[in-house]
Antibody
Framework: QVQLVQSGSELKKPGASVKVSCKAS????????MNWVRQAPGQGLEWMGW????????TYAQGFTGRFVFSLDTSVSTAYLQISSLKAEDTAVYYC???????????WGQGTLVTVSS | QTVVTQEPSFSVSPGGTVTLTCGLS?????????PSWYQQTPGQAPRTLIY???SRSSGVPDRFSGSILGNKAALTITGAQADDDSVYYC??????????FGGGTKLTVL
């Protein structure tokens, strides 16, 4: 069965970096692109962008350029979200979601809480 | 920048029917936006309900249905149950791999 398992919660200080992983299983990893979605405390879901798991080409939504990097390790069927120069406002739950045809998210990771606090 | 609009909140009585909508700040929603709908309860990951306007995801009860109503996408819940008390998000496909989330509708069943 398809599963997306994300790494555990992180507590980071402002200015630090964090790397969240999303390990896929139960399907051919490179056959489906991956989305990243952010949810700040008490707020709605926000689309961060997507990565083409075939080519590794990332696309970032407005507001998620510069400090946010999507990457892959196809040898272990894992997608990564790295955030650098963390700020308090980056505190959120981050989800990975597989994109199926046509253009919808059919499987979601369980979410990773990133807390940025001094 | 085009914004995806949803009602902030809605309430329905148990057993009742409710229709949530998903529009655009500029323009009309059509099937070309491949509207999808997701349900989220507190502390949980979103659950996929509807995709491609009106296709139900595996395991989703048939009391959930999707459609286009006028110039908006719509999610209708027929015979609402207590555990439908959740936040519902619509997502529109904007082309080029780009998605746009609505702000979510908090549905209260009471």
């Amino acid at each position: 069965q398809v599963q997306l398992v994300q790494s555990g919660s992180e507590l980071k200080k402002p200015g630090a970096s964090v790397k969240v992983s999303c390990k896929a299983s139960g399907y051919t990893f490179t056959s489906y692109s991956m989305n990243w979605v952010r949810q700040a405390p008490g707020q709605g879901l926000e689309w961060m962008g997507w990565i083409n798991t075939n080519t590794g080409n990332p696309t970032y939504a407005q507001g998620f350029t510069g400090r946010f990097v999507f990457s892959l390790d196809t040898s272990v069927s894992t997608a990564y979200l790295q955030i650098s120069s963390l700020k308090a406002e980056d505190t959120a739950v981050y989800y990975c979601a597989r994109v199926s045809s046509p253009y919808y998210k059919d499987y979601w990771g369980q979410g990773t809480l990133v807390t940025v606090s001094s | 920048q085009t914004v995806v609009t949803q009602e902030p909140s809605f309430s329905v009585s148990p057993g009742g029917t409710v229709t949530l909508t998903c529009g655009l700040s500029s323009g009309s929603v059509s099937t070309s936006y491949y509207p999808s709908w997701y349900q989220q309860t507190p502390g949980q990951a979103p659950r996929t309900l509807i995709y491609n306007t009106n296709s139900r995801s595996s395991g989703v009860p048939d009391r959930f249905s999707g459609s286009i109503l006028g110039n908006k996408a719509a999610l209708t819940i027929t015979g609402a149950q207590a555990d439908d008390d959740s936040v519902y998000y619509c997502v529109l496909y904007m082309g080029g791999g780009i998605s746009a989330f609505g702000g979510g509708t908090k549905l209260t069943v009471l």
